[in-house]
């Protein structure tokens, strides 16, 4: 096989409703099926190719999903873990929908305070909150400081 060929040709076959995330950080695509609660016993019939050249990033990870669009907080924790990454609905085998993923400016619900002695490790009925603020995410209620090592406080 020409190595050239396999390079430029599609990796994982197109699909013909649901979502297409382009653009994941290399090596983080298991961390989006993750994030979405798709494990290998679930009924999403799921493609993912990992590394994969990009001229803008290098390496990417791509993760196509069928028959399902993402909802709003789903993307929203994607973007933690990759900020560049681009969201495509198909029908009909169509991009009938492509945006760019933000993190806003404030996260609900979204992520784990790591205080266990935040209100919200509690048995209160309160929502984690938390700030955003460059490359940090801050408790609104402990104040306690994410700066790293984010996906593992994503709920």
Request: proline share 3%.
């Amino acid at each position: 096989m020409n190595s050239d060929k396999y390079q430029e040709g599609l990796l994982i076959s197109a699909i013909q409703n649901g979502t297409v995330i382009d653009h994941i950080t290399g090596g983080e695509a298991l961390i989006v099926l993750r994030i979405l609660g798709i494990t290998g016993s679930t009924n999403e019939c799921v493609s993912v190719a990992t590394n994969v050249v990009s001229s803008a990033l290098g390496r990417k990870d791509v993760v196509k999903i069928e028959n399902r669009e993402l909802k709003d907080e789903e993307v929203d924790r994607i973007a933690l873990i990759a900020p560049k990454a681009t969201i495509n609905i198909i029908r009909e085998r169509r991009v009938v929908e492509k945006k760019g993923v933000d993190i806003p400016d404030t996260l609900i619900g979204v992520l784990k305070c790591p205080n266990p002695c935040c209100i919200t490790n509690t048995h209160e009925p309160v929502s984690s909150r938390f700030s955003v603020q460059g490359k940090r995410l801050i408790c609104d209620y402990c104040d306690t400081v994410i700066g790293s090592d984010i996906s593992s406080h994503i709920i």
